[in-house]
C-alpha cells in the first residue's frame, strides 16, 4: 500500500498501519510543507495541546519529544517556532514510520490487470498498490484570484508581479521592496510583519471591515467560563467544541450545512501573538478590495475599492495570501479517469468521503484538508491527524495485510 505526502496526516497514517503491521510505502519529504511552503520565521497558530501527531502508542506528543530532547515544555503562551514542528515531525518519522522515500508520486491509475493501483514516482520508478492515501495536504491547491492572476502572465517563472504566500521559504528577499499583501488571515499578517521586519514597505489590503486577532489563552479559565465557551483544539466555543468532538456526526450534516461550516467556522483572523508585531507598525488597509491589476514595467499596479472611493497602488511585488481551494482536479498526479470516478461533496470539488476517509474509488483514502468538507474543520490541522490516521489504517489495513 503506499501513502502519499509525509507531512502531519502521512506520517501518522503510515505509523498506525506499520505497528498493525501492514506493508507500506510512503513517499514525499518529510515535512516537506513546513519546511518549504512556509516563510523562514513563521511560527504555528495552534496551541501545543493541538499540534500532535497520531502516534500508535503512547509517547509521541510534540510535549515527549521536547521531553526527550531536554528542551523546556511549551504552554498555550508560548507559540511554536515552526522549525520546533519540523524537528517533532522528522523525529516521530525516525521513532513510528522508518523508511520513508522522498521521491515524488507523479501518477496514479486504475492498474490495468489487477483491483489495485499504478503508481508512477517522479524519478522514472513504477509500483502497484493495492490501496493508496492521499496526504499530498494543500499543495497544489493554493488560490490566486483572477484578477491580481494578470499580473503572472504564462511563463513569467520567479520574474512574476505576484506570488502565493506559499511559494516563498524566505521573505527577505523583498528587503527595500515595495509590497503589498492580500488578504487578512494568518498567512497575510505573519507574512506582511516578517517582510516589515526584513525591510520591506509593506502594506495590507485586507477586505473585511477589521482585522480579527485571536485572544490571548487563558490557562486557567473559571468554571463558568468553562462552561459558557468550552475549549477545543480550534479555540473556543460550543459549536468548536462539537465539531472537534465528533467530526463524525459532521459527516451526517446536509452538504450545504457542511460547507457553509467549512466556509465561516474560523474565519481570517491573525495571533493573538502576532498583534504586537502588526497593529500601529503595518499599514492595513481594511475594506479594501482589489478591482483590477496590471503591470507597468517593473511595476505591479493596483486598482482598489473601499469606503472612500477608487484609488490606485504602484508595489514591486503583490503576496497573495489569499489561501487555497479544494479542487481534487487540481491534484495533477491523479489520472483524470481516476478523478472522474471520484464523487464531490456536491456544491464542491472535495471529494465525498466514507466514515473511514475512503471515496468512491475502492482503495483510495483522501486525508487532510481535502477532507474538512465531510469532517469539518479540524481536518484542516494537525489536531485532525488522530481521528483521520486510526481510521484510515483500521480501513486501508482490509488491502493488504503483510505476511
Ligand atoms: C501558513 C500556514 C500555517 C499553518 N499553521 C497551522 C498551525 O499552526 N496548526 C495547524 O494545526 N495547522 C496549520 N496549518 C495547516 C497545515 O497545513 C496542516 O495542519 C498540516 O500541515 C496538514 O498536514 P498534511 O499532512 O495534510 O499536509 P502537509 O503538511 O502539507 O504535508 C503534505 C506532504 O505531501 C508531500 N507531497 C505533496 N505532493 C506530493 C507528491 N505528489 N508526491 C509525494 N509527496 C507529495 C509534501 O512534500 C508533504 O510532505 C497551516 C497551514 C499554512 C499554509
Redo the contacts with the bound molecule.
Keep these: 500500500m503506499v501513502v502519499?505526502?509525509?507531512?502531519?496526516?502521512?506520517l501518522s497514517v503510515a505509523a498506525h498501519l506499520r505497528a498493525a503491521g501492514v506493508a507500506v510505502r510512503v513517499?514525499?519529504?518529510?515535512?516537506?510543507?513546513?519546511r518549504h511552503?512556509?516563510a523562514t520565521g513563521?511560527f504555528?497558530?495552534?496551541t501545543p495541546d493541538?499540534?500532535d501527531l497520531s502516534a500508535p502508542e503512547p509517547g509521541g506528543r510534540l510535549a515527549d519529544f521536547r521531553r526527550v530532547h531536554g528542551e523546556s515544555e511549551l504552554t498555550e503562551l508560548t507559540p511554536i517556532p515552526c522549525d520546533v514542528f519540523v524537528r517533532y515531525g522528522q523525529w516521530f518519522q525516525k521513532r513510528y514510520v522508518g523508511d520513508v522515500e522522498p521521491?515524488?508520486?507523479?501518477g496514479v491509475d486504475r492498474a490495468p490487470s489487477s483491483s489495485g493501483f499504478a503508481v508512477r514516482l517522479d524519478d522514472g520508478r513504477q509500483l502497484t498498490a493495492a490501496a493508496v492515501v492521499v496526504?499530498?495536504?494543500?499543495?497544489?491547491l493554493a488560490s490566486i484570484p483572477k484578477e491580481l492572476l494578470r499580473l503572472a502572465p504564462e511563463g513569467a517563472g520567479a520574474g512574476a508581479l505576484v506570488s502565493h504566500?506559499?511559494h516563498h521559504s524566505d521573505l527577505s528577499r523583498y528587503a527595500g521592496q515595495r509590497i503589498a499583501v492580500v488578504g487578512g488571515g494568518?498567512?497575510a499578517l505573519e507574512s506582511a510583519a516578517l517582510l516589515h521586519e526584513a525591510g520591506a514597505q509593506v502594506e495590507v489590503l485586507v477586505r473585511e471591515r477589521r482585522v480579527r486577532w485571536g485572544s490571548v489563552p487563558q490557562p486557567r479559565r473559571p468554571w463558568p467560563q468553562r462552561l459558557a465557551q468550552p475549549a477545543s483544539p480550534l479555540g473556543t466555543g460550543w459549536m468548536l467544541a462539537a465539531v472537534c468532538r465528533a467530526p463524525g456526526g459532521v459527516r451526517w450534516l446536509p452538504a450545504a450545512a457542511r460547507l457553509l461550516l467549512f466556509r465561516r467556522a474560523l474565519g481570517p483572523s491573525g495571533g493573538w501573538w502576532l498583534r504586537d508585531r502588526v497593529e500601529d507598525v503595518v499599514p492595513v488597509r481594511t475594506s479594501c478590495r482589489v478591482t483590477r491589476a496590471e503591470a507597468s514595467g517593473s511595476m505591479a499596479l493596483l486598482g482598489l475599492a473601499g469606503p472612500g472611493g477608487s484609488e490606485g497602488l504602484a508595489v514591486d511585488h503583490v503576496l497573495a495570501a489569499t489561501g487555497y481551494r479544494l479542487d481534487i482536479d487540481a491534484l495533477a498526479?491523479l489520472a483524470p479517469t481516476l478523478r472522474r470516478r471520484i464523487v464531490c461533496v456536491p456544491g464542491s470539488k472535495a471529494p465525498q468521503l466514507t466514515s473511514m476517509f475512503e471515496t468512491s474509488v475502492p482503495g483510495l483514502y483522501v486525508?487532510?484538508?481535502l477532507a474538512a468538507p465531510m469532517f469539518g474543520p479540524m481536518m484542516?490541522?494537525?489536531?485532525g491527524t488522530q481521528y483521520a490516521a486510526t481510521r484510515v489504517a483500521r480501513d486501508a489495513a482490509r488491502w493488504v495485510v503483510a505476511p
Design positions: 502519499i505526502g509525509a507531512g502531519p496526516y502521512g513517499f514525499g519529504e518529510v515535512m516537506g510543507s513546513w511552503a512556509m513563521m504555528l497558530k495552534s493541538a499540534t521521491a515524488r508520486v507523479a496526504a499530498t495536504g494543500l499543495n497544489g504566500t506559499s494568518q498567512s498526479f486525508t487532510g484538508s484542516r490541522f494537525v489536531a
